[in-house]
């Protein structure tokens, strides 16, 4: 999934706004924020069709926000049009809420692994057993030259884990490219 406005709709925004986006030696950067942010001198504003245009995720655009205040520069959103300012003074506050939001997601990853793990569900297709009964078959299939996916339909298994269990069983050889595939 793409975060923000495509380049078009940034051109058409930013031209709606008054800005020259054709003029190839005019300071508009429409795919390369670090060039943008570092092309900023004091009371330079930096304009973004919207908030999206500055990065993704949150912590992103914060990012982004904080190195444009180090060059005492502000943010215009077109979107919103408002005028964002940078002082040293919100550093503090939004270091705090990138860590507070980083734990969050950690720990609600942490309790999803243990909730999984919990119940047995590991993801995944549940291993293929391979009773007496089923090794036996398939060796009949295997003399009988079967069709491998024929083999794998009548076993219940997938093409891929039958060749597995015929290089395991030793009846195909183990080299890529050689499956002695009927």
Request: glycine share 8%; charged share 25%.
């Amino acid at each position: 999934m793409r975060a923000g406005l495509s380049v078009k709709d940034q051109r058409i925004a930013l031209s709606a706004a008054g800005l020259d986006c054709t003029d190839e030696c005019s300071p508009v950067y429409l795919d390369d924020r670090e060039a943008a942010i570092a092309s900023l001198m004091e009371g330079d504003q930096l304009v973004v069709a919207s908030a999206a245009c500055l990065g993704h995720p949150e912590h992103d655009i914060l990012a982004a926000l904080s190195a444009i205040g180090e060059r005492g520069a502000t943010v215009m959103d077109l979107e919103t049009q408002t005028s964002i300012p940078w002082s040293p003074d919100v550093q503090a506050a939004v270091d705090f809420s990138i860590r507070g939001g980083t734990a969050t997601r950690n720990a609600v990853a942490a309790k999803a692994r243990r909730a999984r793990a919990a119940s047995g569900n590991l993801g995944g297709i549940p291993a293929v057993e391979w009773d007496q009964t089923k090794l036996t078959r398939l060796r009949e299939m295997f003399d009988n030259n079967t069709p491998r996916q024929k083999m794998a339909d009548l076993l219940g298994v997938s093409r891929p884990t039958l060749q597995r269990k015929l290089r395991d069983l030793g009846l195909v050889g183990s080299k890529k490219g050689f499956t002695n595939d009927i």
